[in-house]
């Protein structure tokens, strides 16, 4: 018999757990509808072929799939060779395929700019390990059909907002442009058909730094010349001075001649930026010239949510004008912020819901159970509450109702009159 | 290449649907929690043997299998006979299993009586017909811990405070005890080996009426004597007076001697309902002695959720004393009502959030990104808010925005002031 631990690298929610995440939950997702998104939902599996035509990168690895009912043993034999055959769906391993398909299927009933909110669960079979879990929850928010900067903006504004709506005010975002790096890897002199491969190790600077970096270009034996113009440009002293943002700061982090309509345009979205902060603080935004972000989707505006509490990105996202043109023959423009659900409900302390009390009513065993109901009734006019039979070890059940979330109590025995119980805080 | 449709026999959830399917399931989750209930959420999916226990009845037969992960073509053919070798896990077919398998995991950190809310998507491989989805979202309410009547009371008292929030006021429960069924059939002269079979006809009481079910009992060769006895009783002239609910009307609907435990058992049920609706209104309860519920588990209580306006049932449970301990090897008792959401998203009036105000900006191509994101920031303290490009046809863009379900709307040039935007309403 199977054991009754969830399946490996899942896990179980409990309630005080739960209560916290759907709290978020309602957090951002009222911050969302107030920036004019609108939530949407699709079915966890999509069909097999979908997860797989390329567009998931390694994530379409790590994918659970659904064998199709009513395969005999002599059918499962014949596919056995081709996974096609036996699987006809798949749990779907991010909500941006999904989104794709959503748009391309129901195009003609959503609006011509349409502003997603996605919120749910996705699945990678990964390899289980401390705070990481094959089943975990992705929020969402996309904006398709607008090609202007005035989408980038929603969607950092409205991230930003649901974040300190969250309590972590002080977030910035980190951002670059898919186009900065093809020009400065062209500059550098990197031919058209290494730059993919040059992304992959300049997306490890954070881990390995400018001298593994370097390194690891003369491994793949990238031209010698761009790796020699990349280093010197690296170790410039200016480099890593980011901050404030605006366009002296990109200019001064990019090599000289940067193309002027790149750099307005990401000008232009730290002003939105600013504007959408409602104050005269400092643009949370720092320009990161070597962020890439690993999806081979991305087209333009690429950004990352940095907090200074931790250390890691709590989410991201960026501009993926070609994706929905696979499905649709049609090509849409579309970007998107994704925040990182998981690693937000780890960061944030425990909270109960301000101001609601939490009722534990303690009966007699022999209270008439219409007598007790009644009770119950008349209680829940003051907050939540829950019935507990009285014990020996009364003060162990109020310390147990506490630690639970209760904040007040009441006792009863037959016959008390109904309204009329005393309601005592929890110590 | 797939079709962008979403997998056969499942759907996608669009804007306005999926607000309003929110909105539900926030009144619910709302109401559960008042009546002391804790929410919890177990992973989607659970381990094939336990989805396969012969606790789920045909529920296990419409089960969607994941293939194990690394199996190559030479394990695929060896485990072509065997569905366990090559399926290792399945997408919950209901939120009953995964319930028992959770409290039998965590109850060493749950309360000694628990009340689970559970709301989530379950799957299931039927035919695909109008209304009916092969994913949906079953929100269930359990107690676990309690063998008393205070269970069934409290359940019953929460699901229908939960639909009288949702706007169904009204509704009523229709209720049967299995221990009812087990001593009619044994007074009738049904041997206990056939009783299971008969229980099955007699479920089809409301599609095939007394005739039919006496046609078929005699078909399966049940006790010839026994039919005699139990076509006699259907066609006792008092038999369908149902109300009002208490002690004489449960014995009158009853072959004579019902054993008093278990007529007290349901006559206090009803007083605790009554007691909870916290009014002198007729008890909203109606004994029903044929009621039977199709899930082999039950072992007591059995009771389903009915509305005036609907013939089908909105809901129903039951109590299982007997399921977790399968799992724990301890027997706890637990009793269960699900809310059958997507006939009440089905029934329930489209409503928008009332008193919300949400408010379209159209907004001239050249007004600046900076300050249009300042104007959205500033009408948001009215609501939410949504931009769209002014287009030539004005009027459409409107009536789009109102279909919608936008309340107002405003205008913005270049060089406006920020927070001076007249808000007008949507005709």
């Known amino acids: 018999m199977a ?13 005080a757990d739960k209560a916290r995440r759907e709290r978020l939950l309602a957090v951002i997702r009222e911050r969302y509808l107030a920036h004019g ?125 649901a974040l300190a709506a969250l309590g972590l005010e002080g977030a910035s975002v980190r951002i670059n442009d898919r186009r900065v790096l093809d020009w400065m890897l062209d500059a550098f002199g990197f031919a058209a058909d290494e730059r993919p491969g ?85 643009i949370p935004l720092v320009f990161d010239p070597f962020l890439v972000r690993g999806m081979g989707y991305y087209t333009g505006t690429i950004f990352e949510l940095a907090h200074p509490s931790v250390s890691y990105s709590l989410g991201g996202g960026g501009r993926y004008d070609g994706m929905i043109g696979r499905f649709l023959g049609q090509q849409i423009p579309a970007v998107g912020f994704s925040l990182g659900f998981e690693r937000l409900a780890d960061l944030l302390e425990p909270q109960s819901d301000a101001g609601a009390q939490a009722i534990v009513l303690v009966h007699d065993a022999d209270v008439p159970l219409a007598e007790l109901i009644a009770h119950k009734t008349a209680l829940m006019e003051h907050g939540r509450v829950r019935l507990e039979r009285r014990v020996k070890n009364f003060k162990g059940l109020l310390d147990r109702s506490a630690a639970d979330g209760y904040t007040a109590f009441a006792t009863v025995s037959a016959g008390a009159a109904v309204g009329a119980l005393e309601i005592k805080p929890l110590a």
Chains 1, 2 share one sequence.
Request: one cysteine or more; aromatic letters at 6%; proline letters at 6%.
């Open 37 to 161: 998104f609108d939530e949407i939902e699709t079915p966890v599996v999509e069909e097999y072929d979908r997860l797989h035509a390329g567009i998931g990168g390694d994530n379409e690895k790590l994918s659970y799939n659904i064998l199709r009912r009513g395969l005999d043993a002599e059918a499962i034999r014949a596919g056995a060779d081709d996974p096609a055959a036996l699987s006809d769906l798949g749990l779907r391993y991010d909500l941006t395929v999904p989104l794709a398909r959503f748009y391309a299927s129901n195009r003609g009933q959503l609006p011509a700019v349409f502003r997603a909110i996605q919120i749910g669960p996705v699945w990678r079979a990964e390899r289980p390990q401390k705070g990481r879990y094959r089943q975990f929850v992705q929020c969402d928010i996309d904006i398709m059909g607008d090609d202007s900067a005035r989408a980038e903006a929603e969607l950092i504004v409205a991230s930003l907002d």
């Open 198 to 282: 040059v992304l992959i190790t300049i997306d490890k600077l954070d881990k390995i730094g400018p001298d593994g970096i370097v390194a690891e270009l003369r491994e793949r034996g990238a031209t010698a010349s761009a790796v020699e113009a990349f280093d010197a440009y690296l170790r410039r002293p200016q480099t890593m001075e980011y901050n404030p943002y605006g366009e002296a700061q990109i200019r001064n982090a990019l090599p000289e001649n940067a193309p002027d309509e790149i750099v307005a345009h990401l000008v232009g979205i730290g002003e939105a930026v600013a504007a959408g902060a409602g104050s005269d603080a400092e």
């Open 3 to 15: 054991t009754v631990n969830p399946p490996r690298g899942m896990r179980d929610i409990l309630p």
